[in-house]
Each structure stands twice: as C-alpha cells, then as structure tokens.
C-alpha cells in the first residue's frame, strides 16, 4: 500500500477476539453519528461470537500486525448472508473493506451460496453497489422497531 502503510493481510479470526471484534463493530457503526440510545440497542445485533469464529466464518484484515477490520458470514445452501462487514474508522478507505467484501463472496460461493443477501446500514449501501450489489428492497432492522434497511443482494 501507499502512505507508508504495510501490507494488508487476511486471517480467519480467533475465539479469544470476539470482545475486541464486536467493539471495532461498535467503533465502525457510530460513523454515520447515531446517538449513545441507537448505539447501545445495537450491541446485541452487532456481537461477534466465539461460536461464529469457531465456525470459520469470520475473517480479520490486519495491517501492520493490527486488525483494521473484519467480516462475517451466514451460508445457508445456495444463499448467504453478508452478516457484518467494518472496518476501523481511521483505516476505511486503505483497501480493507474491499479485500473483506471479496473474502466474503469467495467464502460464500465455497460454502454452495449463489447469492449473498447485505442488510445494510444505509450509510453503507453506497460501498456494497460499488462492490456490485444490486439493491432487493427494504428489510426491518434487527435492532431499531420500525427502522427499515436497504437489503442488497450479490449474484455469484
């Protein structure tokens, strides 16, 4: 990479991470200025568990030996889902979401998936359509009653 900084590399997460991988969830979520009431109703939804790691579904970007984002999956036969994508709020921009997104297809079309669906925060959308998500709708939010998200969907 340019600007000095090393290289990115992809890893699978692991277990003992979940606690520091949920709150770089937190960290990246509280971009788009969601007040500390929204921020706390989305703890549980954006939680990365020991189980999911376990699973191989979550993976970790790292520059310079620090985790600067991370994604997780949800196969399921021939769908997916992006379960969550983010990336440390001082590295957005340096390639990790990018080379996360791309670990997430890869990994979902492994796992049989022809589709991977995105419920997105719409702040983020913009990035998934720039990765080639197509927009499908509108989906409830898992976190906030009677908030609504655009739901993106990826072809393999």
């Known amino acids: 990479m340019t600007s000095g900084r090393g290289a990115l590399a992809l890893r699978q997460a692991r277990p003992e991470e979940a606690g520091a991988l949920s709150a770089l969830c ?9 007040d500390a009431a929204f921020m706390r109703a989305c703890e549980a939804e954006l939680a990365v568990t020991a189980a999911a790691i376990a699973a ?26 992006l379960d969550k994508l983010f990336v440390e709020p001082d590295a957005m921009g340096g390639g990790a979401g990018r080379a996360l997104f791309d670990w997430a297809v890869t990994a979902a079309r492994h796992a049989g998936a022809r589709t991977m669906t995105i419920d997105a925060d719409p702040g983020a959308a913009a990035f998934y359509r720039r990765m080639g998500a197509m927009d499908d709708g509108m989906v409830p939010s898992g976190s906030i009653a009677g908030r609504m998200l655009p739901r993106l969907r990826m072809d393999m």
Do not use: T
């Not at 937190?26 to 969601?34: C, E, M, Q, S, V």
């Not at 970007?61 to 985790?67: L, Q």
């Open 56 to 81: 191989g579904r979550v993976q970790v970007a790292e520059r310079d030996g620090r985790v600067v984002g991370m994604a997780q999956i949800a196969p399921d036969g021939p769908a997916a889902e």
């Open 26 to 34: 937190l960290r990246a979520k509280a971009i788009w200025g969601y």
